[in-house]
């Protein structure tokens, strides 16, 4: 898996667009990026994922870079609940299941 | 609410005890992972199962081990235990390769004293 590297943390005001970047300048063509994010202590929980496009859900939108080496989740109206680490994962869809999760962004909603 | 069960919830052994972590994955879904989180580690892929069988090892200890039941529900024994081996562990399943989206469970504490 490419190695990804994220800021260690971030704040964003209550109502605002959260951006977080993840810079995966290593990523190779069948490589995958995903989101999961970790609120306290619970399971992580997965966001969103995209190959080259970019996608949008419930959750968040991402924005993959054209060169593919950097990516942004993008969490349109964060709320308090929104407070947790956010890991960016790069991942083989072939032959590789696994997530190898990094020290992600400890992204905080300020009130 | 991810669908995925893990009990107990919390354990806390003595040091050389053994212990049996339970994991029952969504209704539907083929594989299963096992992660260990401890401070110092970080997120950490231990071994996943698919319909019975192993299909990938990552940082998993000689004393761990673990298995998939008929019925799906997993299993991961941790024995000898050491301080170092506390921690939380995740059990996490998908449907079948390429396990595009993985459901993590609530997750056991384990405490070793």
């Known amino acids: 898996d490419a190695k990804t590297t994220q800021p260690t943390s971030m704040d964003c005001a209550e109502g605002r667009a959260a951006n977080l970047p993840c810079n995966h300048s290593?990523?190779?063509?069948?490589?995958?990026v995903y989101w999961y994010r970790q609120i306290h202590s619970q399971g992580p929980q997965y966001i969103i994922h995209g190959l080259k496009n970019n996608e949008t859900n419930e959750m968040a939108s991402l924005i993959i870079t054209e060169d593919r080496k950097s990516s942004t989740l993008i969490l349109p109206h964060a709320t308090l609940r929104d407070t947790a680490v956010y890991y960016c994962?790069?991942?083989?869809?072939?032959?590789?299941?696994?997530?190898?999760f990094g020290t992600g962004t400890r992204l905080t909603i300020i009130p | 609410d991810s669908g995925v069960t893990q009990t107990p919830k919390h354990l806390i052994t003595a040091t050389g005890q053994r212990v049996t972590l339970r994991c029952s994955p969504r209704s539907g879904d083929l594989s299963v992972y096992w992660y260990q989180q401890s401070l110092d580690q970080g997120l950490q892929f231990l071994i996943q199962y698919y319909n019975g069988e192993e299909r990938a090892k990552g940082n998993i200890l000689e004393r761990f081990s673990a298995q998939q039941f008929p019925d799906l529900h997993s299993e991961l024994n941790l024995s000898s235990l050491e301080l170092g081996d506390s921690a939380l562990y995740f059990c996490?399943?998908?449907?079948?390769?390429?396990?595009?989206?993985?459901?993590f469970g609530p997750g056991t504490r384990l405490t070793v004293l």
């Open positions: 996490a399943s998908s449907l079948a390769p390429p396990g595009n989206e993985q459901f």
């Open positions: 290593t990523i190779s063509g069948n490589e995958y």
């Open positions: 994962i790069a991942k083989s869809n072939f032959g590789n299941e696994k997530l190898t």
